[in-house]
């Protein structure tokens, strides 16, 4: 897969630029071990190269050296597009939650990622920035109940994003 790498680093620059924006709390503590693994994208405020995503996935997986190998595969521009796949690097960068990350796709930029919800089963999980414009709702399943995706979209709409940006992801049906 071919990316633009001077657009990429231009989105990345704007998308990790300072922002004045009241403090963004993020879960009291998380199990990085548990939290390892495939989450579903329930639905996001895209970034540019997530806007045609279907069957959105992103998969995380501890390094030896406390880093987390970070893969995002998902189906461009339909349900049957052609396979895509973006690997990152993220940091955590508060050790005492395990919360706060840097997301890193190209060196030496990391861009902002705290994990805000995250239910005691770890099935369930916000992530969003501080500068509350991209944000994703994920899942371990690639279907939630209606009612759980409304509170996760109020938690959203609470916390200060704009949730008419909020776009539901498709996902094949198993």
Known sequence: MKINRTSFLGALLLVTACDNSPPLDTVDAVDLQQFMGDWYVI??????????????????DLNADGSIATTFTFNAGSADGEAKIFRATGFVQNTQT????????????????????????????????QKRD???????????????????QTLVAAIGYDTQLLQRAYHRPR
């Not at 997530?50 to 992103?58: C, H, L, Q, T």
């Not at 060196?107 to 239910?119: G, M, N, S």
């Not at 991209?134 to 996760?152: C, G, H, N």
Request: glycine fraction near 2%; proline fraction near 7%; aromatic fraction near 20%.
């Open 98 to 129: 395990n919360a706060q990350w840097g997301m890193q796709f190209v060196w030496p930029i990391k861009a902002d990622y705290r994990i805000i919800y995250l239910d005691k089963g770890y099935q369930y999980t916000v992530i969003a920035r």
């Open 134 to 152: 991209y944000v994703w709702i994920m899942a371990r399943s690639p279907q939630i109940p209606d009612e759980k995706f409304t509170e996760l």
């Open 43 to 60: 639905a996001s405020i895209p970034t540019w190269f997530e806007k045609k995503a279907f069957n959105p996935i992103e998969t995380y």
